[in-house]
């Protein structure tokens, strides 16, 4: 079964494509077609496009779950501090090392 899946990863073979789309109120739309393959045909599609209005003719809704987001390690924790904050590591290190010892977290694992 690895083997089989390894050959298929060797196979591949990529191609450049296009697809049209939209976007309308911040939401992206992709027209129903097959990829194209020729950039000709993607420009005609592109104008004839921009020369029609178009109509939504079905739409689904999905339901999705989305788990909690892990925990911070001491490491991440800093880092996104950085970031976000831009605190160094050491002071990273104090407030929650504050925090820890008024009982307000845990200690990152």
Known sequence: MIVARQKEINAF?????WELKTIYKKVEF????????QVERAEK?????KEHS??????????????????????ALQVEANKKFAYSADDTLRYI???YEKKLVTYPA
Do not use: C, H, M, W
């Not at 073979?13 to 494509?17: D, H, N, P, Q, T």
């Not at 109509?55 to 788990?67: N, Q």
């Open 13 to 17: 073979v990529s191609a450049e494509y």
């Open 30 to 37: 992709t027209a129903t077609i097959d990829r194209i393959v």
């Open 45 to 49: 599609g592109l104008a004839y496009i």
């Open 54 to 75: 178009f109509e939504i003719t079905s739409f689904e809704k999905k339901e999705g779950k989305e788990g909690n987001p892990r925990l911070f390690d001491l490491t």
């Open 97 to 99: 090392q504050s925090l």
